[in-house]
């Protein structure tokens, strides 16, 4: 079982809590503003044990609650559920984030005890246009709404969170987005134009600071 790379700890990953964050290469979409670039592609070699990496941490057991588990997108690792599983036999939690498009695994992940928070991105309004632009690929919306409906209804900790791409997103699919989560944790996140997989991406004018208050009020305000 091996990853691509790791962060020993981060406090930014895991809201309220220490993580460790695992880093795995390899992503099934292309999102033309993906800041993960070589990750998204796979050339970074997924090549470092996670033995290892445990090992590392043995002594930090009493401060770090859980790892983080990210990509790419670690759904498509056939390893993701070992990996898990090795994790929490050493008494960590486990965060799983993902872009939704393996609703059984992400489903069997959570009960079986594997996953104790989902992170998804849901990249834009659930339209099949706009999303196949927003993910670079053609993207199998059933599988976007039914992992949707499986983390609303879960037991896990979850968030959704958005990526505010100039082009990719508005303030009306976030509001739809607020909707379709309603009850949840929603977040929008603002996109920091730098090394992106399509480099015209890089030169995209970030949203005003108005705008994307306007899109914070929706995500937070669906809340109550
Ligand atoms: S932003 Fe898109 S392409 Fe990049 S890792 Fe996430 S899902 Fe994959």
Redesign the pocket.
């Known amino acids: 079982m091996f990853v691509a790379n790791y962060l020993e700890t981060s406090l930014l990953d895991w809201q309220g809590k220490i993580s460790c964050v695992l880093f795995l290469s390899g ?5 033309p ?5 070589d ?2 592609l796979g050339k970074i070699e997924n090549s470092i044990p996670v033995e290892s990496i445990l090992l590392g941490t043995s002594d930090k057991k009493n401060w770090i609650d859980g790892f983080v588990i990210t ?3 670690p759904t498509i690792n056939a390893d993701l559920k070992k990996i898990a599983s090795l994790i929490k036999s050493r008494g960590f939690l486990v965060k799983i984030d993902t ?1 939704g498009s393996t609703p059984g695994l992400i489903e069997e992940m959570i009960s079986e005890g594997l996953a104790d928070s989902v992170a998804m ?1 849901i ?1 834009t309004s659930l339209q099949k246009e706009k999303y196949n632009k927003a ?2 690929v053609e993207v199998n919306l059933s599988n976007i709404n039914r992992t949707i409906d499986i983390l609303l209804k879960s037991k896990a900790e979850v968030l959704f969170r958005t ?1 505010a791409v100039s082009g990719i997103v508005n303030v009306e699919d976030i509001k739809k987005i607020a909707e379709r989560t309603k009850g949840t944790k929603y977040i929008v996140q603002k996109f920091i134009p730098h090394d992106t ?1 399509d480099e015209r991406y890089a030169k995209v004018s970030p949203f005003s600071e108005e705008d994307i208050k306007k899109m914070e009020e929706l995500s937070y305000a669906k809340l109550f």
Do not use: I, S
Request: aromatic share 10%; hydrophobic share 25%; glycine share 14%.
């Open positions: 992503c099934n979409f292309r999102c503003w993906c800041q993960n670039r990750l998204a990509g790419g997108e872009n991105d990249k993910a670079g990526t997989l």
